[in-house]
């Protein structure tokens, strides 16, 4: 692992894919920075992080040249790797919020963004940014269903002793999907998904609300929900938020 320290940058991810353009990068090169002024979420929203308190991070991976069709399990890789590591922290009612939001009960306490290069159909390259608040303990008034490890546990974390946990953790799930093991990988997210199995309120990209519940994820990484009618129906990204 090469490790990049950087005190502030726009984003990690940006800076980490501008490298990887102009250069060979060792796998699991890790950027991390003190002050990121302009993280980016999923579906272009921007991530939110007091400077020296969280982990704003970005780790470069490749070789593991995954069909496209199989990208699900790159993201159930992921999220699992930071769930485990925060299990062992003791967090509370932990959980995934699909795609790959970490919950504890209802607060979102990490954001992942995962970027890939495409050649022939298949992912030789991923850019895997994360924001996991880790020792910030107030947020803006538009953030109110965000939280930290401190503010649920009252400890105050080590930045770098998460990191190099993170990245292992990492390596031990992407070897998992290097050697094929999809099934492990979707029975272990499935267990975790937030509000699996559970009534619940969604809205619409119309804004109209609707009661479903959530079964699973579709072949092609949508959320399977089913309706009040009792069919079941796939909602992208873009299609479908909780209320």
Sequence with gaps: MKLIKLSAIDSTSSFLKELSQNSTLENYTVVVTNEQTNGR???ANTWVSKPNKNLTMSIFIKGFNL???HQKYLNFAISLAIFDVLSVQQIEKLSIKWPNDIMSANKKICGILIENSIRSNEIYTSI???GLNVNQVKFPDFLQKASSLKKITDIHYNLDFLLL????QVKVRVALLKAKKYGELE???LKVLYKKNIPTMFKDRHDILFMGIILGISETGNLEVELADE???EF???EISMA
Aim: net charge neutral; proline share 0%.
């Design 41 to 43: 979420g999923q579906q």
């Design 67 to 69: 069909a496209m069709t």
């Design 128 to 130: 895997v940014g994360v």
């Design 165 to 168: 946990e993170l990245v292992g």
């Design 187 to 189: 029975s272990d997210y």
């Design 231 to 233: 069919t079941v129906k």
């Design 236 to 238: 992208g990204m873009k």
